[in-house]
Every structure is written in C-alpha cells, then in structure tokens.
C-alpha cells in the first residue's frame, strides 16, 4: 500500500479511537522499521496532530476538524494586490487551553511491588529495559479497552477511563483492564525469570468519582490531569491490594454489578478520607449469561409500556414451540430497555419445558473467532479455571453422547476451538483452516438442531452488532439449516 494512503487511514484510525499502538500499525498495515519511522514523521513532525507516549503508541492531538486543503501559492512576481484576500497571510496566535471538565471517571491506579530492592539490584539500564517493557505490556492492555493513561509516575500508572471517551461500561472496563494486566504481567515474567531471574508484581487500586478535568503545569509541560479526591483514593486503595491483586472501592462495586467475584475487606481507613470505606478484592470475572445480568445485583422493577412487543415476542414463542421456528430482532439505540425485554420473555417461559442457550458478544472480541459460542459452551460445560484437561475432555464427550453426536469427529474440532489437547485416541484434524471452520460450525449447529428435537430452544444473542466476523459468517448456509426448527 502507497505510504501517504497508509497516512490518511492512520490519520481517521487516531481522530475516531484516540490513541494506538505501534504493534497494532504494524499488524494492519504490514509495516516495517523503515516504514513505520516515516508514518511517525509524518504525523508527529509534519502534520503535528499526534504525539509519541512511551515508546509504545501515537496518541491523537489534532482537534478532530477536517484538514484543510491546500492553497494555490502565488509566485513571487505576482503583484499584491493580485492575491486572493483568503490566501492572505494571518497572524498567528497562540491556541487557548481546552476548559475543564467535570464528569464521572473510574481511575485505576498501578505500582511495582518491591521496586526499592529492584532498583538496588539492577543496574540503571537494565532497570530502565525493565520498566519500559512492563509499561509497554501494561499500556498494550489499557489500549484495548480504551482506558487513558494520564501519567507514568516512576514505575506507577495514573489512567482514567471515561475520559477523553465515555463509555456505559467505564467501571468495568477499568476493573477488567485491571485483571488483565495481572494476567499480561504473568505472561510476561515467564520471560523475565528466563532472561533475568526475577519476576515483577504488581497492586492495583480502582475507585470511580466526581473530578474536573483540564490541563495542568506550565510552559512546555502540560498535562490533561483530573483534580478531586477520586485519584488520590485510587492511589489509597493500591497500597491495600495483596500483590497482583485488584482493589475496588464501593462506588465501583456498584457500579460493576455482578459482573465480577468480590471478596469483601470490610471497612477500611484510608488516609486523607475522614470516614473508612469498604473495599473489595476482585477474584475474577463472573461465568454471567448477558451483560444484563452481570450489572443487575438487585431486584428487577416491573416492566411498564412495552406490552406490544412482549406480546409480539411471546407469540414467536408459541410458534416456535409449535415447530415453526422464528427469529426476532430487537434494535434500537443504548439503554431504551432491550435487555430488559428479554429477561421478561425468560420470566414468562421459565415454567414450560424448554431449552436456553445464551450468547453474549463483547466490544472487546470483535476478532477473536466464535467467542461468544466459545463463551457459551464453557458455560453450558461448567468448566472450572483449575480443571485439568482430561476433565474437560470427559465432560465434553459426554455432553457429545448427550446430543447423540459422533465423537470422532465432533471433539476434536470443538477440542480445538475450545483449545483443549486432544488424545491421542482421536485422529488428527488434517483441514485447511477454512475446512476445519466450516466443519466446527456444522457440528455446532447439529448440537443446536439435537437440542431443538428434544424440546423447544429459545436461544438468544446479545449486543450481535459486536460479534466476530466468524459467528456471523454463514458457511455454506449450515446456520440456516433447520429441517424442523423449535428455537426462537
């Protein structure tokens, strides 16, 4: 691809996500050493609408209008009063400071544990490839749920999120972004303890708040800083984490529903807070079927006003359950209650026989293939984080004999997408990715189309407008083939 095409789509890529990586530019655009230095050019010294962060990533700084096109340049000889007045020179003045903001940010705060006796064991360069790597691993996981990192304090990270964007799901974004960057810095001490014989921990610390937003410092350093007791409370909750560990505070807790395994600290006093506040270690992401469920930790108030279309929904039902399968599609913009809809349709069909399959598409595994059916089937398995493999393997082939499906083809393909080793007992899958795709969805859907002759299946997918290009692919129409279909 033509570099200065690879320019303009870099330049929507940072105006629409904010900030990206180099190994995310690297991977989209197939750029080499010398290709990537000229795009930083570009954007950095020529246009000036970015700004490198660490080594690690460009960050946008233009002000999101449209670039201007360029003007005709008269010559020299052309006489003054030939010029068009637009092309005139303007005198340049000094762009005003952003105004502040007040809004709502959950704001993760990070450290090293121990990183006085790393200092006095290292020498200061290996100290300085060590810090840059851990932040540089750091960084890639709050890029990816669209967090802001607001300062690198020494061996410490400030980030915000909910701010320069918002989203609905800002507190779980930053609990989650929390949890995977233990995880990362775990996949990335195997390394280290290799290399070096050490390995690094970390704390982090979560609270959401109140904070004004705007730029801090003066001459060349500025910086976009939020200002109120959120941040500092954050920092508290941190030095209260075990390593490795997550702590929330309250606020947050509300705020992320269910969606996580807490484990209660009590109340907790932390300095500069007049009153001690509980707090709560987060263990892991809870196995919830739906988004809705994840944020509901309280009793559901009656659904008014939509009568019409759960009377519509509950008639596709009695269709289906007649043998005449359905689709309903429910659309419409964030918050206007489908989610809501959907868990009274559950209400209402909980006393009839039937099957219940959920899928929940996420914002953060657009690309990662079948993830909401991967999702669902660990679910549907009751699989445990600390199985070992053969377990899995035998509740996976029971639930095969369960569906009445063949064994010697259907689990080593759904071995394989579940990432399970298979034995040695089942032949090996010699398919063409693309084959051995299309022959995962064709057992998948035999699995549903078994379930469906037993009883009616009322499978629901949510937020599909997320999902991978994989679960959504109708190979070879194998999706829409239901001789007899029962599911809604």
Known sequence: MDLFAVVDQVIEVLRSRGRVSYRALRVQFHLDDEALEALKAELIEVHQIAVDQAGAMLVWTGDGGERSEPLHRPSPSTPPSQIPEAQWPQPRTEPHAPEAERRQLTVLFCDLVDSTMLASQLDPEDLREVIRAYQTTCAEVIQHFEGYIAQYLGDGLLVYFGYPRAHEDDAQRGVRAGLAMVEALGTFNVHLAHERGFRLAIRVGIHTGLVV??????????EQLALGDTPNIAARLQSLAAPNRVVISARTRQLVGA??????????????VPTPMPIYTVRGERAAESRFEAASIAALTPLVGREEELGLVLR???????????????????????????????????????????YQCSPYHTNSAFYPVIQHLQRLLQWHHHETSEARLATLEQALRTAGLPLEEGVPLLAALLMVPVPERYPPLSLSPQRQKQKTQEVLVAWLLADAAQQPVLAVWEDLH??????????????????RPACC
């Open 213 to 222: 937003v705007g730029e801090m410092g003066g001459g060349t350093r500025q």
């Open 259 to 272: 969606a996580f395994d807490l484990e209660a600290l009590g109340l907790q006093t932390l300095k500069g």
């Open 316 to 358: 596709r039902w009695a269709q289906a359950r007649a043998g005449e399968g359905q689709v309903v599609l429910l659309t419409g913009e964030p918050g206007i209650g489908k989610s809501r809809l959907l868990q009274a349709v559950r209400e209402r069909v909980a006393a009839e026989p039937h099957g219940r399959l959920s």
């Open 466 to 483: 997320w999902a991978d290009p994989s679960t959504l692919e109708p190979s070879s129409g194998c999706w829409t083939k239901f001789p």
